[in-house]
């Protein structure tokens, strides 16, 4: 249907810009209806497409407020979405479509009631959902539709549940409003088999949007029982299994599927008294469970001996330069470091040559009220576990101890804090962090190795004389401010 004032299909028009299509990002490109075929080009990129003639099956009309939407499907059922034409661009695209394709453009009608439940079902890379029934019967008015390609994450948190999560295009201020989940509710009469509607729509969401390779359920390369590691952050026990490019963790409430690109270095540190050991894994895009972000996940480990199985056939693993065995047997905590560095191929940062007054590889102390520890290593710190925090030494304008005492007399202090001055870093804003509660037998180490490290201590000349050598116990630090990471070796077995 033509909008008002039209006085019929303009067919010397072929050509429209500012044209978007749908689910391929942001930019606007060149719509041309040709003779032959259908084109559309990015005026940012080099994304094109292109429908032949002989390919185009079906072709229908979405009416907004104040744009329009053409769609168009193909004879394998594959449907593009060009948004962005005005309503009087009706007549034109019907009667190019007529003439040159004989197809017919029919109209799409949209759900408008404002209900909040309806059908969800997929077309092609998108997920619709619909509801309001057509005058007369028919198919379900369209409600909305989300593009699979802007789903990072499917979880369920409970049978009848689903949160939808979606990417972070990372180019957002403070203050921008974006979607960022989305949670839907099945009631238990769509409910079949062993499994419900949730759980269903769960698995097909996360194939069909490629949270999930296909087919790599059957083919996980490493799994790791819940009993076997104890996740701080986020809480609880998760099964974990490494596939190729990425991997799941599977709780009693949320699956998480994570892409080994979205990873960008791990730690493994040894907890004071030799039992457990942290494993830390860091990742580029934080994980969002409700309305938290955690941009680490944080395990604790046991160090006891192990034996893990690695399945992986010999020529996949000769073509990827895997150089893990199976089994691979040892302290878990290491085994686990090993097969994480093995099959994603990014690096294992350890401890340093840094030891505490008690010989250990990490100072106790606490932010705010989170008791945790601080470990200083080659070229940043790093606290464990609440909140897991990563500093650079790059990414420091400076330090200063507080309520630092003379060992002895009546204002004696059994301890001590560091407070770290953090310079701005992109849009994040310069910021300070106090390490509380040091005992104050580590402040001599501390000042040595601050040194050692070039980093400058703001109040060096009103703090007690430090010893010229390490506490017992302590020694330098391997590498310097111009060395390098201490790195777990990614073989073995």
Request: with cysteine; charged share 25%; net charge neutral.
């Amino acid at each position: 249907m033509a909008a008002d004032g039209d006085d019929g299909p303009a067919t010397d028009k072929r050509t429209w810009t500012d044209i978007r299509l749908c689910g391929q990002g942001i930019h606007p490109g060149a719509f041309a209806i040709n003779t032959d075929s259908i084109e559309w080009r990015s005026s940012k990129t080099d994304l094109f497409q292109k429908i032949e003639k002989a390919d185009l099956a079906e072709a229908s009309w979405l009416a907004y407020q104040r744009s329009s939407q053409l769609r168009l499907r193909d004879e394998e059922g594959n449907t593009l979405r060009f948004d962005g034409f005005s309503k009087r661009d009706r007549a034109t695209v019907a009667a190019l479509l007529k003439e040159d394709f004989g197809v017919s453009l029919a109209d799409l009608p949209v759900a408008v009631k404002g209900e909040h439940w309806g059908n969800v079902e997929f077309d092609g890379p998108f997920l619709a959902f619909k509801g309001e029934e057509k005058e007369g019967g028919g198919a379900d008015k369209l409600k909305f539709e989300l593009p699979l390609s802007a789903i990072s994450q499917v979880v369920l948190p409970n049978k009848n549940e689903l949160e939808i999560q979606f990417n972070d295009s990372g180019a957002l201020d403070k203050e921008d409003e974006v979607l960022v989940n989305m949670r839907l509710w099945a009631p238990e009469s769509l409910n079949t088999g062993d499994t419900t509607f949730a759980q269903n729509l769960h698995s097909d969401l996360m194939s069909k949007a490629m949270v999930r390779e296909a087919g790599e359920a059957k083919s996980a390369r490493v799994t790791l029982a819940e009993r076997d590691t104890l996740f701080l952050t986020p809480r609880g026990r998760y099964k974990i299994q490494m596939y190729r490019d990425s991997m799941s963790l599977t709780g009693k409430t949320y699956t998480f599927q994570i892409f080994y690109k979205r990873l960008s270095k791990f730690f493994w540190l040894p907890r004071p008294g030799g039992q457990q050991s942290f494993f830390i894994i860091g990742l580029d895009e934080p994980l969002r469970i409700g309305q938290q972000l955690h941009a680490y996940l944080v395990l604790q480990i046991s160090n006891e001996e192990a034996s893990l199985a690695v399945t992986i056939p010999e020529a996949d693993a000769k073509a990827e330069g895997i150089k893990l065995k199976n089994p691979m047997t040892g302290s878990l905590s290491k085994v686990v470091a090993k097969v994480f560095k093995g099959l994603t191929g990014k690096p294992v940062y350890i401890n340093g040559g840094f030891k505490s007054a008690d010989g250990n590889a990490a100072i106790r102390c606490a932010i705010n009220s989170n008791d945790g520890f601080l470990y200083p290593l080659d070229k940043s710190f790093v606290f464990a576990h609440k909140p897991a925090l990563y500093i650079p030494f790059h990414d420091i304008v400076g330090v200063e101890f507080l309520r630092v005492e003379q060992a002895h007399g009546v204002g004696a202090s059994r301890s001590c804090d560091l407070q770290v001055d953090i310079r701005s870093v992109g849009k994040e804003k310069g910021r300070s962090i106090v390490f509380r509660s040091i005992d104050r037998r580590e402040f001599d180490g501390l000042v040595t190795f601050l040194k050692e490290q070039d980093l400058t201590i703001g109040n060096l000349a009103e703090l007690p004389t430090a010893g010229a050598r390490p506490a017992r116990g302590q020694r330098a630090a391997r590498g310097g401010a111009g060395g390098s990471y201490a790195e777990i070796d990614g073989e073995g077995g």
